[in-house]
């Protein structure tokens, strides 16, 4: 079971999109899992042949878990370790609908017994998820353990948007409506690129040490309908024409309201951006997503500027470090027809 955000602890797996004997390559889609957030489109990490499938649709295993046997290019099959289990155990099982690989037994070696089925199948059934209170709850849990381990500073600057309102205006002039461009392309644009320019705001902070990105995955802050916040990435946004940017961003706010994200996408976003302009706030002081370092924020524009800031981790950098990474998105913004 991957993990697929900080928050994340377990999942349910919801299908398969494979079966024994078949070939998978890195970035199939191999399964469909449901979070507390969204269901995901798990993909591959690698090549291989699927030897075994050891999670079946329906249960809920914690990340790390093994839910499946994926023998490498060549590689000869091996065996697969299985719990003990007793003939009549594993028939009572079945009579209750029980899965017997997934009890700890209390027979000798851990064994499975008929006690450990019918203790499982007598218990109580579990109640009704509810799906915006389970999201609340991931939040809170993702939050809390960022202002508790992360060393939050905070910095804004007004930018001015004069040129880039006015390039923007005629550029999609120019343009059909399908492929006109929103602001927040250059806003996410522009932060990709002083991202790569200071790369200790993008990458991963894990086991006491800074990680830097080579690529800038930046995590779009998505509201949902039902309620709650998800912030899936747009992949290598640095590298992207503003065409395809808005392409991404189009597709993948839809895909996230629709519950149809892949793993990728949820797991890797190197720095986030949040853009409440369209709420009508001034500026936003985001908390940032672990194990990411930064996050930035954009508010409402007002006559013609807009409040960029930045949350940064001390662990990592500074405010002066800081102050010239949003004196650089200030910079990239001037020149709209270059980003």
């Known amino acids: 079971m991957p993990s697929l955000g900080a928050d994340m602890v377990e999942g349910k797996l919801v299908e398969w999109r494979i079966k024994p004997g078949d070939t998978v390559k890195r970035g199939d889609i191999v399964a469909v899992v449901e979070t507390p957030k ?25 990340v790390g878990a093994v839910m499946a046997v994926l023998l490498a290019p060549g590689e000869a099959p091996r065996e697969v370790v299985r719990k003990k289990i007793s003939p009549a155990a594993r028939k009572r ?25 019918e203790k499982v199948g007598k218990a109580a059934p579990a109640p009704a998820v509810d799906r915006a209170a389970e999201m609340r709850k991931a939040i809170a849990a993702a939050m809390s353990r960022s202002k508790r381990e992360i ?45 790569k320019e200071f790369p200790e705001m993008n990458g991963h902070y894990r086991e006491g ?53 892949r793993s990728s996408e949820m797991s890797d976003p190197t720095i986030t951006v949040t853009n409440l302009g369209e709420g009508g706030v001034d500026a936003v002081f985001g908390v940032i997503y672990p194990p990411q370092v930064a996050l930035v924020g ?30 650089a998105i200030e910079r990239l913004l001037q020149a709209p027809e270059k980003l």
Do not use: C
């Open 93 to 117: 099982a079945a009579e209750l609908g029980v899965d017997a690989e997934r009890i700890a037994g209390t027979g000798p070696d851990g064994a499975v017994t008929v006690e450990d089925i």
């Open 298 to 327: 954009f508010g409402a524009p007002r006559e013609g500027r807009v409040v960029a800031s930045v949350s940064g981790d001390h662990r990592v950098s500074d405010g002066y470090r800081g102050a010239l990474f949003l004196a």
């Open 209 to 261: 040490a800074f990680q830097p990105s080579a690529a800038v995955h930046v995590g779009v802050a998505i509201s949902l309908r039902q309620g709650g916040l998800i912030a899936p990435a747009i992949h290598d946004a640095e590298k992207l024409a503003l065409t395809d940017l808005m392409k991404a961003l189009t597709d993948l706010v839809k895909r996230a309201r629709a519950g149809s994200l």
């Open 38 to 62: 969204a269901a995901v489109d798990v993909e591959s990490w690698q090549d291989g042949m699927v030897q075994e499938l050891l999670t079946k649709p329906g249960e809920t295993v914690p």
């Open 151 to 195: 060393p939050h500073y905070y910095l804004s600057h007004s930018v001015s948007l004069a040129r880039a309102a006015a390039w923007l205006e005629a550029e999609n002039a120019r343009r059909a409506l399908p492929e006109r461009l929103l602001m927040a392309a250059l806003f996410i644009k522009a932060t990709a690129l002083a991202g």
